[in-house]
């Protein structure tokens, strides 16, 4: 009488196995693409954030402030400039050359204006 009550427990134990491995199956793969589609859509966020306006990245040392400027510049994948060697499509320049000219901000000094070369 014992070895029916292990028997019939064995064969519940394997309908639930079966039942249940398949729902554990399931439940990983929509996780996957539920983490995807969240994926896609922070990239495309970034990407439109770069594409529309400026942006500074801050923080401590070492806390990756480069990392989101490899990702976003991977992420668009055109022609760009920058000190660091990305990709296939950076061209390196020194920071030096990447300059927008003299500054010819009025500083004022003693109450006079003065203009710094």
């Known amino acids: 009488m014992s070895s029916l009550y292990i028997y019939i427990g064995a064969g519940v134990l394997v ?3 079966a039942g249940l491995i398949p729902l554990f199956i399931r439940r990983g793969l ?9 994926w896609d859509t922070q990239n495309r ?4 954030t770069f594409d529309n306006f400026d942006v500074a990245v801050y923080g401590f040392r ?8 490899a990702h976003a510049i991977n992420l668009k994948a055109a022609k ?6 990305y990709n296939a499509d950076t061209e390196v320049r020194d920071i030096k050359d990447l300059n927008v000219g003299g500054n010819e901000y009025p500083v004022r000094q003693d109450r006079a204006l ?4």
Do not use: P
């Not at 929509?30 to 969240?38: G, H, I, L, P, V």
């Open 45 to 48: 966020w970034l990407v439109e």
């Open 114 to 117: 003065l203009t710094v070369d």
């Open 62 to 69: 070492g806390s990756g402030k480069d990392v989101i400027f």
């Open 80 to 85: 760009h400039y920058s000190n660091i060697y």
């Open 15 to 17: 309908i639930l196995a």
């Open 30 to 38: 929509r996780k996957e693409d539920s983490e995807a589609q969240y």
